[in-house]
């Protein structure tokens, strides 16, 4: 994320949050306007930003921006001072990326992770595995607000082909489908993915308390019950990548030199197993190169 659109005319709210955005992420560009006149120049224009961040009211405006802005294709997240359910349900319709209450100061840390998250999105996937294709499209319009790159199946066999293929981060599948149901996707999954390594959301309108049981027990990471809002969706799946990365960074500490960047013997240890056993499943062979570097003692001394 390079540059990010902020639409404020209430300049003291504006210095405030400016002072706090630039702070926390130094690397971004923020530009800012104030009037709806301005937004439209800028969507004639097709101007370039990654998000915008924009009050819901403005001195030319009651709220028509936010429209223009969304049928432009511009993610947007908007401060509100109102906070009830009707406002919110009527900025979701919109498409909003998210929303922040203007009156709690405390929020600017919510919009700074929001943000934050929204840029490491960009390098993260997720597979949808649904048999509606109208409900799949619904949730993949939401993901791809959130920078997610997206991937679709309509069952669980399916969605192991395309594992096999692709890079995913994570899992939101639901429960009844044909071929193989999300349940019996999940026993599959757990066989070669851990819990760590591929994150597994489940959706169901079963009311049986059993059933959400069962889908933990096997393995998954959270549970969504039918009916369930926008921003339920959204908050579950930025949580559970929240959650990914915090555990990816210790892991990484755990696995990972310090001096040289590279792999240590504790992920030697972890990885070796996994990869014999999927080259004996898939029955490839394998080799292994076992080398030495001269005097690298010398290289300890000086580098530490």
Same mark, same amino acid.
């Given at each position: ?6 639409? +404020?005319?209430?300049?003291?709210? $504006? ?13 971004? +560009? ?24 924009? &009050? ?20 947007? %997240? ?27 100061? $405390? ?15 960009? /390098? ?32 669980? $066999? ?33 066989? +070669?993915?851990?819990?760590? &390594? ?5 959706? /169901? /309108? ?5 059933? %959400? ?34 555990? $990816? ?20 240890? +972890? ?34």
């Amino acid at each position: 994320m390079k540059k990010i659109l902020v639409i +404020e005319d209430d300049r003291f709210y $504006q210095n405030i949050m400016l002072r706090a955005l630039r702070h926390y992420l130094p690397h971004i +560009e923020f530009e800012v306007i104030e009037t709806y006149a301005e937004i439209k120049n800028i969507v004639k224009s097709k101007k370039n930003f990654d998000l915008v961040i924009s &009050d819901i009211n403005l001195t030319d405006s009651s709220g028509e921006h936010i429209r223009t802005l969304v049928d432009a294709n511009y993610k947007v %997240v908007v401060m509100t001072v109102l906070d009830d359910d009707t406002f919110r349900d009527e900025m979701f319709a919109f498409d909003i990326v998210d929303y922040i209450i203007k009156s709690e100061l $405390q929020r600017f840390g919510y919009l700074i992770k929001l943000i934050q998250r929204l840029d490491a999105n960009e /390098s993260r996937s997720i597979l949808i595995v649904e048999d509606s294709k109208p409900v799949r499209s619904f949730y993949k319009r939401i993901l791809e607000k959130q920078n997610l790159t997206v991937y679709e199946a309509e069952d669980g $066999q399916k969605a192991l082909k395309i594992i096999s293929e692709e890079s995913i981060d994570m899992i939101l599948s639901d429960y009844n489908m044909p071929n193989m149901d999300g349940m019996e996707f999940l026993k599959e999954l757990r066989v +070669e993915y851990s819990m760590l &390594d591929l994150p597994f959301i489940a959706i /169901s /309108s079963d009311n049986d308390h059993a059933t %959400v049981a069962r889908f933990l027990k096997l393995g998954a990471n959270d549970y969504l019950r039918k009916p369930f809002g926008k921003e339920e969706l959204i908050c579950r799946i930025n949580n559970s990548l929240d959650m990914l990365d915090m555990l $990816q960074h210790v892991k990484e500490s755990a696995t990972t030199d310090a001096l040289t960047g590279m792999h240590n013997r504790h992920y030697l240890y +972890e990885i070796a197993e996994k990869i014999m056993a999927q080259s004996k499943r898939l029955d490839y062979p394998l080799s292994l190169v076992i080398f030495d570097i001269d005097f690298f003692k010398k290289i300890n001394d000086k580098y530490g």
